[in-house]
């Protein structure tokens, strides 16, 4: 059961088609047709629905942008519906709408669901919903990193959960290893920085500064600087309040204030509103009062010594040292000194911690040779089981004496950790290089698959580890581009025949130009071009009944009327419904 069908897809503007509507079905479809009719751009433009790279230079000339559109069939309950929905996505009757457009400048955007969307995001999906395979994935194939990629992906939980720990040991020794050497190179930049705070910390400490003891003695400094003319205020002040002892004739403030008091007492009696002015008049002859008594006392406290302000200056002075090196105030000097303490701290603490991290370095080492050991245990376990499924598949197309292997090597390193019994080279997946190896046929060597395979082989190869990956790792929708290329006769019936089998549990689409894989399609879809070189929405037609039978007997003999090639072609599509 298919749990996402990809339904349609519509085309507008992208290379040689001008406005095309491809629609499609569950199970196996086959997408035929001359070459250059632009049978490609399907899978070119279902990459972009996937978040492909845009190309600016697919947009058809004197266009302004290619605009390509797909519907997808998804179960409401799938982790691509979630996703889609975070991002502000709406189902479309159960499907999900998917649209990207490229104009002729290299602009890109991507919609999902009526809502614009990172062109990442789609690539996101793309993972769970299809899986795309052209010539450019079969070369992919011939890369070491993606080898060992396909066995991992293929043994699952026995390779995962110790590659997670390994990976997570690997990030942290990276660390301890960039933190050691850092400590290590930079020895003698950590040394002159501790002597500089340790001097500015000993110029502190001498000084002893206090909390607010800045502000304090600026204030104290500003009196005893003004103490002649504060003193000379204060008297003054005071004989005006309370008189002045040497002339007791003179008239004062508080002399007068008694007098008026005197006046309104002897008639308050007489009305309460001048009652409640004697009692007023009477607080500030007290108020009054109070203030001359400690005006008196100011000017006996005043402290003219020119000695203390001497001192005051003095200790000022080595205070304004610090905070022109060390804050802009006292507050400022005390915070950069206890942050430097603990930098101090730091920094004497160096051969301690380069004690430690060496001893957590080598730890790591240890654990992560452990993990490796575990990993290429794990790896050769699935190789074999992985090989011998391939090996299978590649009976079924037409190949019944290859053989498939593996081929797991460590490289001796030095500085590398210690794997079994030998140091080797390490990296973020291990220390295993893995390469797929084929031998065609009994007596030849197993060889790299770059070297010992065909066109045709490395096609049919790419094809049986995706069957292996169905029967595990399942995709709803798989794309195949050309995978038959290089092939020919049996092996081309054998390939469709696969196919078709892939085809019942999940869907298929195949760009082909070989009647023997077409035969085997649930529906057979040609473009063709219009006079004029281009696709039109006319140029997509579901063939079926007389004439798909036309179809291949052209893809057959290059005839549509050929009697040979007809009788060929009704007998491929016999041979296919026999086996459905």
């Known amino acids: 059961m298919v749990c996402s069908v990809l339904e349609e897809m519509r085309i507008r503007s992208l290379g040689v088609i001008d406005d095309a509507v491809v629609e499609l079905s569950p199970g196996f479809t086959a997408v035929t047709g001359e070459t250059g009719a632009g049978k490609t751009m399907v899978v070119t433009s279902l990459g972009l629905l996937l978040g492909g790279r845009a190309d600016p230079a697919l947009v058809r000339l004197g266009v302004g942008r290619a605009v390509v559109e797909g519907r997808i069939a998804v179960p409401a309950d799938s982790s691509a519906v979630v996703r889609a929905e975070e991002a502000g996505a709406e189902l479309d009757d159960g499907a999900l709408l998917i649209s990207r457009t490229i104009s002729a400048e290299g602009r890109s955007r991507a919609y999902l669901g009526g809502r614009s969307v990172p062109v990442g995001l789609l690539a996101e999906l793309a993972d769970e919903l299809v899986a795309v395979h052209g010539q450019t994935d079969q070369q992919g194939l011939l890369k070491a990193n993606r080898q060992r990629g396909a066995l991992d992906r293929y043994a ?15 990030k942290r020794l990276r ?36 909390a607010g003891e800045d502000a304090e003695l600026a204030e104290e400094a500003e009196r005893l600087g003004h103490a002649e003319a504060l003193s000379s205020a204060a008297t003054a002040a005071h004989a005006a309040l309370a008189g002045n002892p040497e002339d007791p004739e003179g008239i004062d403030a508080a002399t007068l204030i008694a007098g008026a008091h005197r006046a309104l ?14 009692d007023r008049i009477g607080e500030i002859g007290i108020l009054a009062g109070d203030v001359a008594g400690e005006l008196a006392g100011y000017a006996d406290d005043l402290d003219a010594d020119p000695l203390r302000l001497a001192a005051v200056e003095e200790r000022r002075a080595a205070l304004n040292a610090l905070t022109r090196k060390y804050g802009t105030d006292i507050a400022a000097v005390l915070a950069w000194a206890e942050q430097s303490a603990a930098r ?40 074999e089981r992985f090989a011998a499924a391939v090996t299978a598949e590649l009976a079924s197309l037409a190949m019944p004496h290859a053989r498939v292997s593996f081929d797991i090597r460590q490289t001796e390193d030095p ?42 082989e490395l096609s049919r190869v790419m094809l049986a580890v995706e069957v292996v990956f169905a029967g595990t790792d399942p995709v709803p929708t798989y794309l195949f581009d050309e995978v038959d290329a290089g092939v020919g006769g049996k092996a081309a019936v054998e390939i469709g025949r696969r196919l078709a089998k892939l085809a019942r549990t999940a869907q298929v689409v195949v760009v082909t130009h070989l009647p023997q894989v077409a035969a085997f399609a649930d529906r057979q879809l040609l473009v063709e071009k219009t006079n004029d070189g281009s696709v039109t929405r006319s140029g997509v037609k579901i063939l079926e009944g007389e004439d798909r039978v036309r179809e291949l007997s052209r893809m057959l003999a290059g005839q549509e009327d050929s009697e040979t090639a007809r009788a060929h072609a009704e007998e491929l599509l016999a041979t296919a419904r026999g086996e459905a």
């Not at 007492?265 to 002015?277: F, K």
């Not at 051969?351 to 992560?368: C, K, W």
């Not at 019994?421 to 190896?437: H, K, N």
């Open 156 to 170: 699952g939980e026995s390779v995962a959960v110790p590659l997670t720990a390994y990976a997570d040991a690997y």
């Open 175 to 210: 660390a301890v290893s960039v933190e050691l050497d850092e400590i290590v190179t930079r020895a003698r930049e950590r040394a002159q920085e501790a002597d500089m705070l340790r001097f500015g910390l000993d110029e502190i400490a001498a000084v002893e500064p206090r």
């Open 265 to 278: 007492e002897a008639v308050r009696s007489h009305d309460p509103a001048l009652a409640a002015l004697a």
């Open 344 to 383: 101090l701290t730091e920094l004497d603490g160096d051969d301690e911690r380069i004690t430690e991290l060496t001893a957590e370095r080598d730890e790591l080492r240890t654990e992560l040779g452990a993990l490796a050991e575990q990993l290429t245990k794990a790896r050769a376990e699935a190789a």
């Open 415 to 456: 500085d590398g950790v210690e794997s079994g019994e030998r140091t080797v080279a390490y990296g973020p997946s291990g220390v295993d290089e893995v390469e797929l190896l084929l031998a065609p046929h009994p007596g030849a060597p197993p060889r790299p698959i770059a070297k010992g395979a065909s066109g045709g």
